[in-house]
């Protein structure tokens, strides 16, 4: 079978994955990379067709577009952090969450999973963040954010010793917010910011 691939058949194969199985180019260049593991081995275990497998090697990954990375702006953030109407209980908690999304950089998955044993308001003020692979990283916080969590934690009471294990953000049954809630309270303000502001960044 190994007789019959040389540079050109598998030159051909990454363009049929390309235009007529539709793969990107992202996928080429897997399914390439695939190919130089399989044949760096054969270099040694079949060396006497290595200048078959080394001109396979040679072949070059292909470019791709890098998207274009979209953030959001100072303006942006003022609106949305306008949106929760503080009045209310699960207002004000959403601005608690909103402003510890923004001042950690946390995932969603990190955010629904702290407790309050794992935020420390005294100075230096921190979050404990479980990412993927349960590793830890503790990150500072500012004190212009913090303010409207240790309100939250208050109001709450996930300041007393018997709630260090509770959720931190919670719905209104108590129980753990899920990512398609997160997801909704998010989607919730940017569109209420964008009826005010139609331009604001995603």
């Avoid at 593991?37 to 470019?63: E, G």
């Avoid at 890098?66 to 109407?85: H, W």
Wanted: proline letters at 5%; hydrophobic letters at 40%; one cysteine or more.
């Amino acid at each position: 079978m190994l007789k019959h691939i040389d540079k050109d058949v598998v030159i051909g194969f990454l363009n049929w994955i390309e235009q007529d199985r539709g793969c990107s180019t992202s996928s080429r260049n897997v399914r390439l990379a695939a190919l130089h593991s399989f044949f760096r081995y054969l270099q040694y275990r079949d060396p006497a067709d290595i200048y078959t497998w080394q001109s396979i090697l040679a072949i070059p990954v292909k470019k791709t577009v890098k998207p274009s990375i979209y953030y959001l702006t100072i303006e942006g953030v003022r609106l949305i952090f306008a949106e929760p109407d503080l009045t209310t209980q699960s207002g004000r908690r959403d601005l608690a969450m909103l402003a510890l999304l923004y001042d950690s950089g946390c995932r969603v998955q990190e955010l629904i999973d702290l407790r309050p044993s794992m935020v420390r308001l005294e100075s230096p003020s921190t979050v404990k963040l479980i990412g993927k692979g349960n590793k830890a990283r503790i990150v500072p916080l500012l004190e212009g954010q913090l303010k409207h969590l240790r309100i939250y934690m208050k109001e709450n009471r996930l300041l007393e010793p018997y709630a260090n294990m509770y959720p931190l953000f919670s719905n209104a049954r108590g129980e753990k917010l899920t990512r398609a809630g997160v997801n909704y309270i998010l989607n919730k303000y940017v569109h209420r910011a964008r009826i005010k502001n139609p331009f604001i960044s995603p």
